[in-house]
């Protein structure tokens, strides 16, 4: 695509398409029949990621949504509940899994500013063991939370806080690499923290599909087992594989740039009066507006003219992402302005 049709997705990072180097790591990728275990790229993948992450083991799934579910159906059974974000996608957003397939109670509680959830008001919905209750069995986190990479001294208390109250500790952490690129830690100081990491190759880091669940060696077992359950058996899916292998090599460092565009983005957008521009220290690859509907929805078709997509709602979130590069920052900010210098005209 030549720059000048390029279309500058702000929707999302899932939107990114695999470059030529991934799509070529792909067509050479070695495969086998992953069921039978014998996917050696696949196999490869997941002792990557296990070594990354620090854990004993690793499992590739089709979606983070299916990964965050073979994490929870592995540590929960009927009738167990998990503490979880009331905005967290894998209570929000993931049509209910844990609690339609699992019998899995979630106990959404409302996040703070920050992304993390106030351990005391944590604390207060723990059900003591009693009959008429639910047994409270999981703590799930996500981190980065709306593209705010969480505090590193929270992860601390709220691990000291799950082993004092014996709950397993869940992150969903399908951006977890933006959050260690943002604080400037290996991924393995955010993961050791947790008893289970779900990930995402398919946002920031540029693969078309894939996430990892990591783990300790036993419950990645189960999870194998739910995995075939739920129809996620894959067979010689190393051919996806190696464009999760190609991300973690090559695209992990670079999310540096996405931040800093974000950044730059949320400073040339800061200078609109019409518009809010929600955007914290912590913050990593996404940028809020606070616009006027009717405003947000005239934008969209402006902005969709001038090859520019974003997702009109009177929060606005845009995405930066590997294929959004600091040219096209520019033109977002130069088209938002003069948007906006036509309106008052
Ligand atoms: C994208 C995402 C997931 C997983 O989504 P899939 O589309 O199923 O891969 C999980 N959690 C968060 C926070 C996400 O942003």
């Not at 939107?15 to 799509?23: G, I, Q």
């Not at 069995?137 to 691990?159: F, Q, R, V, W």
């Not at 419950?219 to 594989?241: C, D, E, N, T, Y």
């Not at 955007?279 to 090859?307: D, F, I, P």
Request: include cysteine.
């Amino acid at each position: 695509m030549t720059t000048k049709n390029k279309i500058i997705d702000l929707r999302s990072d899932t939107v990114t398409r695999p470059s030529d180097a991934m799509r070529k790591a792909m067509a050479y990728a070695e495969v086998g029949d992953d069921v039978y275990g014998e996917d050696p790229t696949i196999n490869r993948l997941e002792g990557l990621a296990a070594d990354l992450l620090g854990t004993e083991a690793a499992i590739f799934t089709p979606s983070g949504t299916q990964s965050n579910l073979v994490a929870l159906l592995s540590h929960c059974g009927r009738g167990d509940e998990y503490i979880v974000g009331q905005n967290a996608h894998s209570y929000k957003y993931e049509g209910g899994g844990a609690a339609v397939l699992g019998g899995i109670q979630p106990q959404p509680l409302e996040f703070e500013p920050d992304g993390t959830l106030d351990l005391d008001k944590v604390r207060s919905v723990i059900k003591p063991d009693d009959n008429h209750f639910a047994k409270t069995k999981l703590l799930c986190l996500e981190n980065t939370h709306g593209g705010i990479a969480l505090p590193m001294d929270y992860l601390s208390e709220a691990e000291s806080f799950s082993r004092t109250h014996k709950l397993c500790f869940h992150l969903d952490g399908a951006r977890i690499f933006n959050a260690a690129v943002k604080n400037n830690v290996s991924v393995s100081d955010i993961s050791s923290r947790f008893d289970s990491i779900s990930f995402c190759l398919s946002k920031g880091l540029g693969a078309p599909t894939g996430s990892l669940m990591c783990s300790t060696s036993g419950l990645v077992k189960q999870a194998r087992r739910w995995r075939k359950v739920l129809g996620g058996g894959m067979r010689q899916a190393g051919i996806i594989a190696a464009a999760g292998i190609y991300a973690l090599e090559n695209n992990i460092e670079r999310l540096a740039e996405d931040h800093d565009n974000a950044g730059a983005l949320a400073a040339g957008l800061s200078g609109i009066d019409e518009l809010t521009v929600i955007y914290e220290q912590a913050q990593t690859n996404m940028v809020y507006l606070e616009c006027n509907e009717e405003t947000s929805r005239e934008l969209g078709k402006y902005l969709t003219e001038k090859g520019i997509l974003i997702r009109p709602a009177p929060t606005i979130r845009l995405v930066v992402h590997l294929d959004v590069n600091r040219n096209d920052i520019e033109k977002v900010v130069e088209s938002f302005k003069s948007f906006f210098k036509k309106q008052v005209l």
